[in-house]
């Protein structure tokens, strides 16, 4: 990563959830020193699928569908959640290769026998892939 670069976070949000992204965006900046810009997307036109199984668990879900249009189809960028707040540097996770991908997900669940084992928690953790 150059000193001119940006590093872009799209953040899915709702109208309740509006006072959660400057947190969020604090949150990101006090921990790096790299360029950031956050881009909330609400109210967003979003597809609908055809089948309503598969319709969104937010009326934010399916917002980052939008994130290669709204960022001119250039680049890279980061998809959060308003709720979500960042405790290291962003610069690690912006710089992780992409070795000709053009998505990257989380490849297994560290951790997964003490996440299962909490009260309420299922019993098989499942991967979530923004």
Known sequence: MSSNDVIRVFVGVDRSQALAVPVLEHSIK???TA???VIPMMDLPVPVPKDPRNGQRTGFSFSRFCIPKLAGYKGKAIYMDADMLVFRDIRELWDIPFDGAKIIIQKEV???EVTTQKVGAPKKRKKQCA
Do not use: N
């Open 30 to 32: 006090r921990h790096t």
């Open 110 to 112: 560290k951790f997964e």
């Open 35 to 37: 360029k950031v810009e």
